[in-house]
């Protein structure tokens, strides 16, 4: 009897672990791994989605070179193109803004042209050459009726050199350009250069020297140029840049260094009257001034006893001068003049004087003997 017990028992185990595979199966099957269906084709797995980023929406170049038979090239933060050869990019998205040198569009450069498609932007520029060097970018807009904004998380830019062994500097229509110093804040020489591999130096003119450039206190960026991080009034003077290649050495445009003494702000204005006193027949001439920042423009309005009433003539003129040590200041004026007075010219003078940091109004009078 014992050994039929034994088979029994033996028995019973295999069986116990032939229930136990087929259950391993099963549950690979429920998990849909090579899930076979009837007709012997494998079903489709369905993975769960990727977050947008993951999916390289965000944070990834949307800024493409269009290359020959429909290849794509993604613009990194820098390039080199031969000029001379059309370039075409895109920019994907339905509604895409774009920047570019300045230039382009001051002249209406008819070489420029840009369409929009559905999915994408396409920019053209033809015949490019060194002068179009610079920075070129596009983004997403995204409006929220007849506001708009830029994405910034959908933003691409590449800096594109267009290298000219003739024009090592990149060509400007200012052959001598004034830069202004100033205690707060940097300060740019812009002799950028159409080749990264160019070799540049800073000179001053007088005395003759080269400058320093230990990348702290003064740098070279070659998109931009020569970086002056703490400029003084010991920078002023005539400079100009210098660039090496295998070439012959090229001279860029001369820059005026001038140091700045007036602080940013609204216009600081002065008022002041050829006669306040003075009798019928009288001619009077009334000056506004401004003390202000060099490149700084500022527009003036007057509003006076015999306006819409008498002929008056109004002339203005700005011009730098030196005050101080060396500093460099714009004086702006404004200057009315009334002849003939009548009794409807004798009364209040307001000057009002404006910058794009504010406004400031003066007045004075003029009355009669």
């Given at each position: 009897?014992?050994?039929?017990?034994?088979?029994?028992?033996?028995?019973?185990?295999?069986l116990?672990l032939?229930?136990?595979?087929?259950?391993?199966?099963?549950?690979?099957?429920?998990?849909?791994?090579?899930?076979?269906?009837?007709?012997?084709?494998?079903?489709?797995?369905?993975?769960?989605?990727?977050?947008?980023?993951?999916a390289?929406?965000?944070?990834?170049?949307?800024?493409?070179?269009?290359?020959?038979?429909?290849?794509?090239l993604?613009?990194?933060?820098?390039?080199?193109?031969?000029?001379?050869?059309?370039?075409?990019?895109?920019?994907?998205?339905?509604?895409?803004?774009?920047?570019?040198?300045?230039?382009?569009?001051?002249f209406?450069?008819?070489?420029?042209?840009?369409?929009?498609?559905?999915?994408?932007?396409?920019?053209?520029?033809?015949?490019?050459?060194?002068?179009?060097?610079?920075?070129?970018?596009?983004?997403?807009?995204?409006?929220?009726?007849?506001?708009?904004?830029?994405?910034?998380?959908?933003?691409?830019?590449?800096?594109?050199?267009?290298?000219?062994?003739?024009?090592?500097?990149?060509?400007?229509?200012?052959?001598?350009?004034?830069?202004?110093?100033?205690?707060?804040?940097?300060?740019?020489?812009?002799?950028?250069?159409?080749?990264?591999?160019a070799?540049?130096?800073?000179?001053?003119?007088?005395?003759?020297?080269?400058?320093?450039?230990?990348?702290?206190?003064?740098?070279?960026?070659?998109?931009?140029g020569?970086?002056?991080?703490?400029?003084?009034?010991?920078?002023?003077?005539?400079?100009?840049?210098?660039?090496?290649?295998?070439?012959?050495?090229?001279?860029?445009?001369?820059y005026?260094?001038?140091y700045?003494?007036?602080?940013?702000?609204?216009?600081?204005?002065?008022i002041?009257?050829?006669?306040?006193?003075?009798?019928?027949?009288?001619?009077?001439?009334?000056?506004?001034?401004?003390?202000?920042?060099?490149?700084?423009?500022?527009?003036?309005?007057?509003?006076y006893?015999?306006?819409?009433?008498?002929?008056?003539?109004?002339?203005?003129?700005?011009?730098?001068i030196?005050?101080?040590?060396?500093?460099?200041?714009?004086?702006?004026?404004?200057?009315?003049?009334v002849?003939?007075?009548?009794?409807?010219?004798?009364?209040?003078?307001?000057?009002?004087?404006?910058?794009?940091?504010?406004?400031?109004?003066?007045a004075?009078?003029?009355?009669?003997?």
């Open positions: 009897m014992k050994p039929c017990w034994v088979l029994l028992t033996l028995a019973m185990l295999w116990e032939q229930n136990g595979a087929c259950q391993q199966v099963n549950r690979r099957k429920e998990a849909g791994e090579n899930r076979i269906r009837p007709g012997g084709k494998r079903a489709k797995v369905r993975y769960p989605k990727l977050k947008e980023k993951e390289g929406g965000r944070g990834q170049s949307i800024l493409t070179q269009v290359l020959d038979k429909g290849r794509f993604r613009l990194g933060e820098s390039v080199s193109l031969s000029p001379g050869n059309n370039i075409e990019l895109r920019c994907k998205g339905s509604n895409i803004g774009w920047s570019y040198p300045i230039y382009l569009d001051t209406n450069d008819s070489r420029l042209s840009i369409k929009k498609s559905d999915k994408y932007s396409q920019f053209i520029l033809t015949s490019p050459s060194a002068a179009d060097t610079g920075m070129y970018s596009c983004w997403v807009t995204l409006c929220d009726g007849s506001e708009c904004l830029k994405d910034p998380d959908r933003t691409s830019r590449s800096y594109i050199y267009f290298p000219d062994k003739d024009d090592l500097f990149v060509p400007s229509t200012i052959h001598f350009e004034i830069v202004y110093l100033r205690p707060d804040r940097t300060a740019v020489i812009p002799c950028r250069v159409t080749s990264p591999l070799k540049v130096s800073l000179h001053r003119e007088v005395p003759p020297e080269e400058m320093e450039v230990d990348g702290t206190l003064v740098s070279y960026d070659p998109t931009k020569f970086i002056l991080q703490k400029p003084s009034p010991e920078h002023q003077g005539v400079f100009y840049c210098k660039a090496v290649t295998k070439a012959i050495p090229q001279i860029s445009t001369k005026q260094l001038l700045v003494e007036v602080p940013s702000g609204p216009p600081y204005v002065t002041e009257a050829s006669l306040s006193s003075a009798r019928g027949g009288d001619n009077i001439n009334i000056t506004c001034t401004v003390l202000g920042e060099p490149e700084m423009d500022v527009t003036f309005t007057w509003t006893p015999g306006q819409n009433l008498r002929p008056v003539s109004v002339r203005d003129s700005w011009r730098l030196n005050r101080g040590m060396g500093h460099t200041t714009r004086i702006s004026q404004s200057v009315m003049a002849d003939d007075l009548e009794t409807i010219d004798f009364g209040r003078y307001i000057c009002r004087a404006k910058n794009k940091r504010g406004e400031t109004a003066v004075t009078s003029v009355h009669s003997n």
